[in-house]
């Protein structure tokens, strides 16, 4: 699955579904990397003559599902129905709202990221460091080309009061 904002931009300029749907979950909570279709299709828009709320929703995840965005699992039994996130739907609300969000690795709920999605690069005036905090598990910080002694030190004292002390 590669998703894909661009296609999920136009998709949704044909489809206002797309948009009220991420504009519910972002008033809500979501749960882990799903959400419940039943529920929501509870507070989803009104009713019309062609489609019930639950068919207008399932039809927003499907084009959700096509533009690589996650997986529609059990759409015929409302109960059961649920999308699972393959990007976040907040990120995906701010990239329909804004052309300059680009996917990014960390939004992303499950599994890894497509091999052909390269981290941004550093913003113009920082700079990127990668330090081994243990063994296999690398950190990354992205500083300011400029950083004083003084940002440093705080910076310090801030990752010390998140110590556990264990």
Request: glycine share 8%; aromatic share 4%.
């Given at each position: ?7 999920l931009r136009a ?63 059990q759409p015929t ?5 649920r999308f699972v ?82």
């Amino acid at each position: 699955m590669n998703p894909d904002l661009d296609r999920l931009r136009a998709v949704a300029r044909k489809e206002p579904a797309i948009g009220a749907l991420l504009d519910l979950l972002r008033r809500g909570r979501v749960r882990g990397n799903h959400t419940v279709l039943r529920p929501l299709a509870a507070r989803f828009g009104d009713d019309t003559g062609d489609h019930t709320r639950f068919e207008t929703l399932v039809t927003a995840c499907r084009l959700l599902e096509n533009c690589g965005m996650g997986q529609l699992l059990q759409p015929t039994r409302a109960h059961r129905a649920r999308f699972v996130w393959a990007v976040h739907p907040h990120v995906l609300r701010d990239g329909l709202a804004s052309d300059a969000i680009v996917l990014q690795p960390q939004h992303y709920l499950k599994g890894a990221p497509p091999p052909d999605a390269a981290p941004a690069p550093p913003r113009q005036g920082w700079q990127r460091h990668t330090f081994p905090l243990r063994p296999s598990a690398p950190i990354t910080l992205e500083l300011p080309e400029d950083l004083s002694e003084q940002e440093a030190k705080r910076l310090g004292h801030f990752l010390l009061a998140l110590a556990t002390g264990k």
